[in-house]
């Protein structure tokens, strides 16, 4: 069974940073892609960045580009998000995913394996 848990949540001012972590167990790390999503207060739950298990392919939701930035480190099982410049329209529970798919549509990453989120929350 795939356990996923999320670390380095927090509040930060706007233009802050914060590094979220994702250790994953339970099963082989380098086989998954990983996945960082997020939902909003009173929003769905929608996707910010993912990386393909060859680490060759990320993905980023557009609101984000050019401020997080995704990784994985596979002999830690550990999957990253450096978030820089943060804005307030950024705060939310931060939640990651893994599948086993090398770019799953959303609806597969909703039938996957999800950790328990990690609550982000920018001031202005």
């Known amino acids: 069974q795939v356990q996923l848990v999320e670390s380095g949540g927090g509040l930060v001012q706007t233009g802050g940073s914060l590094r979220l972590s994702c250790a994953l167990s339970?099963?082989?790390?380098?086989?998954?892609?990983m996945g960082w999503f997020r939902q909003p207060p009173g929003k769905e739950r929608e996707f910010v960045a993912a990386?393909?298990?060859?680490?060759?392919?990320?993905y980023y939701a557009d609101s984000i580009k050019g401020r997080f930035t995704i990784s994985r480190d596979n002999a830690k099982n550990t999957v990253f998000l450096q978030m820089n410049s943060l804005k307030p329209e950024d705060t939310a529970v931060y939640y990651c995913?893994?599948?086993?798919?090398?770019?799953?549509?959303?609806?597969?990453?909703?039938?996957?394996?999800w950790g328990q989120g990690t609550q982000v929350t920018v001031s202005s």
């Open positions: 995913a893994a599948d086993l798919r090398l770019r799953p549509t959303h609806d597969e990453w909703l039938r996957g394996y």
């Open positions: 339970g099963r082989t790390f380098s086989s998954y892609t």
């Open positions: 990386i393909s298990w060859n680490r060759g392919n990320t």
